[in-house]
């Protein structure tokens, strides 16, 4: 890549994330030291405001995310993108375009499966082509789930000579609020599949984003109601994130050779607690999960949610967003019996504060990563970064990988 003006543009500086994201990158690296980084958005005052309040004393650059010309200039400028613009169906894909098209790096928080399906079917060979690594799903959504299964299938190997033939992830005490874009990009999905007989085939697909010529492969667990975990012992209930987390993880299997064998099974699900409680508890939360997603399906009813529910640019106060957390327990076991537990936990509101340290780390591995070690092409982030950026996690974003117990047969 020739030498370009910027490492990183953050393009939705005016988000709710882009802002956090914004601070955290002033923290990280200040805003004149080696990371040459500038800020974009479509409104100049909004731009302004946002460098004035986050301490973002770098370039502006104006540009709509549905300016095609503006964003060809902008992938030109910098060796990497970094994009906060939700919903992705609606405002992400011109710049994925253009980010290919340039042979410039790019991640995303995105959360939308179907999005990162259309392009990674959209731009894959040219990716490969211009040398561009786009990396979508760089934020909660997907990367404790994905590093999660990389680092303990990598335990696993070290432990036992063999990785896990299935890993089932728990969700244990998280605290954490929900913001506005993300309720948006929700909504989306929902407005879309209603729509599209086929996007509701994708999203139910557990191996929507694998290459084409990988998209099948053994029955995947579904959970859809409250159940008693036979590998946790506490009852369970649906993970809202699962239906996007277990496609990035089933991609990063294939992209990799599926070198985790071709039985591989993966499933995600909130740990409730055990007993009467834990039970209650998981029947509560898969009923008015249930509630909310069959009233959303309705054209109407989804409608009259949108207007009073918290709208983009909204979300947690920098006071909830400090006291938030998360905790992923990942349990696998090995065809040969042996079984591992690992946990990633996090401090910050896991959607936001938390977010967007691992969005910044994983931008800013993109500026480091050597073409020789990962050539151009749409990657997961274990793929991309694996042991890198665990290790960047654990050194600067309060982001934690550990083995808690393993136990041979």
């Avoid at 010309?69 to 400028?77: F, H, Q, T």
Wanted: hydrophobic residues 40%; contains cysteine.
């Amino acid at each position: 890549m020739s030498e370009r003006r910027f490492d990183i543009v953050v393009f939705g500086a005016t988000s709710f994330v882009g802002q956090i994201l914004c601070r955290y990158l002033v923290e990280r690296h200040g805003c004149d030291g080696p990371l040459r980084w500038a800020i974009a958005g479509r409104d100049a005052g909004k731009l302004q405001l946002v460098a004035s309040e986050t301490g973002a004393a770098v370039e502006q650059i104006v540009v709509d995310a549905r300016d095609d010309a503006g964003l060809a200039e902008l992938a030109g400028s910098t060796k990497v993108i970094v994009s906060t613009v939700g919903p992705y169906a609606l405002y992400g894909s011109a710049l994925v375009a253009a980010a290919v098209a340039a042979g410039t790096d790019y991640c995303d928080l995105t959360g939308e499966p179907h999005w990162m399906r259309a392009m990674i079917d959209a731009h894959s060979a040219e990716a490969v082509r211009t040398g561009a690594r786009i990396v979508h799903a760089c934020g909660y959504d997907s990367i404790p789930s994905d590093l999660g299964v990389w680092f303990t299938q990598q335990q696993a190997q070290q432990r036992f000579g063999e990785p896990c033939e299935r890993i089932s992830m728990r969700v244990g005490t998280t605290r954490g609020g929900v913001s506005g874009g993300t309720i948006a990009s929700m909504m989306n999905l929902m407005e879309e599949a209603s729509k599209d007989l086929d996007l509701r085939r994708i999203l139910a697909d557990p191996y929507a984003l694998a290459p084409p010529d990988l998209r099948t492969g053994p029955p995947q667990p579904d959970l859809m109601r409250p159940a008693r975990d036979e590998v946790s012992g506490e009852w369970i209930a649906p993970f809202v994130m699962g239906t996007v987390n277990t496609r990035v993880v089933h991609r990063s299997h294939a992209l990799l050779g599926r070198p985790w064998g071709p039985s591989f099974r993966y499933d995600e699900a909130m740990a409730m607690g055990a007993g009467a409680v834990g039970a209650a508890k998981a029947g509560g939360l898969s009923g008015g999960l249930g509630v909310f997603m069959g009233l959303a399906a309705i054209g109407p009813v989804r409608h009259a949610l949108n207007r009073v529910l918290p709208k983009p640019g909204t979300g947690p106060s920098p006071r909830a967003q400090e006291a938030g957390h998360f905790e992923f327990r990942f349990y696998g076991r090995t065809t040969g019996g042996d079984s591992i537990q690992t946990q990633v936990r996090g401090q910050r509101d896991p959607g936001y504060g938390a977010t967007a340290r691992m969005l910044g780390e994983a931008a800013d591995c993109l500026v480091h990563l050597d073409h020789s070690d990962v050539a151009g092409g749409f990657w997961t982030p274990s793929t991309a970064f694996g042991d890198r950026l665990v290790e960047r996690l654990e050194a600067n974003a309060n982001v934690h990988f550990s083995v808690l117990a393993e136990l041979k047969s």
